[in-house]
Nanobody, 114 residues
């Protein structure tokens, strides 16, 4: 089992920045890929970014150049630096990790509004 605790969401104006964090505990040695997903009201949950153990990253096209995913394998934490935020980035953001199974965090609300 892996437990995930997210933090860093909140309200920000368009053009602003936020950094999300997701700390993993438990059977962390099984973790390979760490990722962020989001779900906006009335929409399906979508993958935003992912990072492998070796540091290979992938981003959904809508956030490329604005969001940066990173991980600290000592702290077992994955981060999502979000810059130049837009109202359409408003969603609940979820951390997800893949290992022997896959696990979800509880979600953190990000609201981009003036």
């Amino acid at each position: 089992q892996v437990q995930l605790v997210e933090s860093g969401g909140g309200l920000v104006q368009p053009g602003g920045s936020l950094r999300l964090s997701c700390a993993a505990s438990g059977n962390i040695f099984s973790i390979n890929v760490m990722a962020w997903y989001r779900q906006a009201p009335g929409k399906q949950r979508e993958s935003v970014a992912s990072i492998s153990n070796s540091g290979v990253t992938n981003y959904v096209r809508s956030v490329r150049g604005r969001f940066t995913i990173s991980r600290d394998n000592v702290k077992n934490t994955v981060y999502l630096q979000m810059d130049s935020l837009k109202p359409e980035d408003t969603a609940v953001y979820y951390c997800r990790v893949f290992g022997q199974g896959n696990y979800w965090g509880q979600g953190t609300q990000v609201t981009v509004s003036s």
